[in-house]
């Protein structure tokens, strides 16, 4: 596979089955804390009008479905058009975004339980037969050059042991003048070995890098940049939400998914809460790839 470009701290950064595995253990954890109507960052700012949920779980499942109706107008893929989902985790957005859109879409991840997930939710979703969903690294994707109209990759590059080759392999992938959709989570300041270790180790992911250090491997890509837009503050409330509901649920989470996986979890959750709240930064980047 990649060189483990980002790792750091003596380990080297996680391999896409590891980041799969992860999602194997702890996906349904995740999803009790995180919400279940997709595996990404809710939007809680800008919130709008009060929310019409009456709890926590509800508010995050809802968050969630803005933030993805919130990605699909930034990019819009046109009726009939193909696009590739990287890291489609349970296929809740892309099965949205067909719907919304009229669009195809092929949505790949390295988790073998969130492939099994998307199976099930795309069977029984009325823009179920434009979607489809197999096991795939974004790192070494299986699809020819220029075969997709557009691309969008939510929350999945942070998990990327060599960012520039999975950025490569994007621009490949799509046609000259197709739009590439991201959003990558930086770090900022200067956090400790132990906030930046319980991050990586919740998250299973390579250190994070600085917003400058994403902006260099873009331009190096050869992608043009279309937009760029700081949602940091929902990062950070997600974040808060699931200390939360891991904090209230920790008993259901015990009986459901053992002593153990509260044994690993616990003593993160206070350094990956000061990491989030202090050191965490979240982007949205809408690339094109260049005609010429
Ligand atoms: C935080 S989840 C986001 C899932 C989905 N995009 C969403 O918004 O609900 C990260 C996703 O990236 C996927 N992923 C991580 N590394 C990957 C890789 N090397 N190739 C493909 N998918 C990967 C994971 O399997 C997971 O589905």
């Not at 596979?1 to 954890?29: C, F, I, N, S, W």
């Not at 197709?178 to 319980?198: D, I, K, Q």
């Given at each position: ?64 479905d ?12 046109a ?11 349970t ?155 891991y ?9 459901r ?9 616990d ?26």
């Amino acid at each position: 596979m990649t060189a483990h470009t980002r790792g750091k701290r003596g380990t080297p950064a996680p391999t896409p089955d590891e980041v799969g595995a992860m999602y194997d253990q702890y996906g349904e954890l995740l999803a009790m804390t995180l919400g279940s109507s997709a595996v990404h960052i809710g939007m809680y700012v800008p919130h709008g009008g009060p929310a019409p949920v009456t709890t926590l779980v509800g508010l995050a499942d809802l968050a969630q479905d803005r933030q993805t109706d919130f990605l699909i107008d930034a990019f819009a893929p046109a009726p009939g058009s193909r696009v590739l989902d990287i890291g489609c985790g349970t296929g809740g957005p892309a099965l949205r975004l067909a719907e919304r859109t009229g669009c195809r879409v092929t949505g790949i991840t390295v988790s073998q339980s969130q492939l099994a997930h998307c199976q099930e939710r795309r069977g029984a979703h009325p823009a179920g037969e434009r979607v489809e969903f197999a096991y795939g690294n974004a790192m070494e994707l299986s699809h020819p050059d220029a075969s997709f109209d557009a691309a969008w990759s939510i929350d999945c590059v942070p998990h990327l042991a060599d960012r520039p080759l999975g950025l490569r392999e994007a621009l490949r992938v799509l046609k000259p003048g197709g739009l590439f959709l991201l959003t990558e989570f930086t770090s900022r300041g200067t956090p400790s070995e132990e906030e930046s270790a319980a991050y990586e180790t919740l998250w299973t992911c390579p250190p994070l890098t600085t917003f400058t250090a994403l902006l260099g491997d873009i331009e190096e890509t050869g992608f043009d940049v279309v937009r760029i837009q700081e949602m940091t503050a929902n990062a950070v409330l997600c974040s808060e939400l699931m200390c939360t509901l891991y904090q209230d649920r920790r008993d259901e989470i015990a009986d459901r998914f053992g002593k153990e996986a509260l044994a690993h979890t616990d003593p993160l959750m206070g350094p990956f809460r000061s990491f989030s709240r202090n050191h965490l930064a979240y982007h949205l980047v809408v690339l094109r790839r260049p005609t010429a």
